[in-house]
């Protein structure tokens, strides 16, 4: 008999745990050798506790020592023995489908990937999709389609692109001069989503060959002008010295001119200074008193 936890309805109170039989809680000596046989080589922890079941059974809790089964429990019954989980023990996470697991971007080469029934992105060709473009194509004779994506579906789609990459708040967006709605690369889309959404046409823009938000922007718009200035800063007075006259400044020529006269007149009167040289013939003047 396999524990199994009380759960609880809603609106119904839960009835109170049957007690546990005093015969079968002292029987902890005899549950903890079932539960050695059990372990073989591994010895078996202590004694954690006894929980009722139902029919007037009991299950004894022991420890166990078990290498990768930290935190699991020896549980043992009237009929058998097994590891349980405790209420630290690492375990799986619950499973899950695989068709939830499933994320955007991990449909390879060769991969099928069917819708749920009752999908309700999509509706039946022959119902009102809500989009006259759509309409269009789903009754032309033997090229309608099964089913075509409903109201749901679009706007489901929608809120998926515009909270994306290519949406208005991406980070190229915000840093964008100009919205791709203004572009010449710009294709709209068809329907009802012509007004939000459309697929980039530029090879040079990152978002080329994406759905687009219209307010999403980048640097390859169409009307993008760039100006065009030297890489190098050039100062607003410019000085071309190929083409200038050199003339000598006036107050240079006035201070040559006065140092040249300044010498002229230092010379002179040095000449008038300086006495004429005595006539080698003529007699020394006589002492006085000769």
Aim: proline fraction near 10%.
């Amino acid at each position: 008999m396999t524990p199994t936890p009380n759960s609880s309805i809603p609106g119904i109170e839960p009835a109170d745990e049957p007690a546990v039989d005093p015969a079968l809680a002292a029987a902890v000596d005899l549950a903890h050798a079932a539960a050695t046989e059990e372990a073989g080589p591994e010895p078996v922890g202590r004694h954690v506790g006894v929980e009722p079941e139902t029919g007037g059974a009991a299950t004894h809790l022991f420890e166990t020592n078990l290498a990768g089964y930290h935190g699991w429990r020896w549980a043992v019954t009237v009929s058998e023995v097994v590891l349980l989980p405790g209420p630290d023990a690492l375990v799986a996470p619950e499973w899950v489908p695989w068709q939830q697991r499933v994320q955007a971007g991990d449909l390879g080469v060769g991969d099928l990937m069917p819708t749920e029934p009752g999908d309700p992105r999509l509706v039946p060709a022959y119902l009102a999709s809500d989009d006259s473009a759509v309409e269009d194509v789903a009754t032309d004779v033997g090229l309608g389609r099964v089913r075509v994506m409903s109201r749901f579906g679009r706007l489901e789609s929608a809120g998926r692109w515009q909270s994306g990459q290519f949406g208005p708040r991406s980070e190229m967006a915000r840093g964008a001069p100009k919205r791709c709605g203004r572009c010449g690369f710009y294709l709209p889309l068809a329907g009802s989503l012509r007004a939000a959404f459309g697929v980039c046409g530029n090879e040079l823009s990152p978002a080329d060959g994406h759905v687009v938000h219209v307010e999403y922007g980048c640097g390859a718009h169409s009307e993008v002008e760039l100006e065009l200035v030297s890489p190098v800063p050039v100062a607003d007075l410019v000085y071309d010295d190929t083409t200038m006259d050199i003339e000598p400044m006036l107050s240079a020529q006035r201070d040559d001119d006065t140092a040249q006269d300044t010498a002229q007149d230092t010379a002179a009167d040095t000449a008038d200074g300086v006495p004429e040289p005595a006539d080698v013939d003529s007699p020394p003047p006589s002492a006085e008193g000769d």
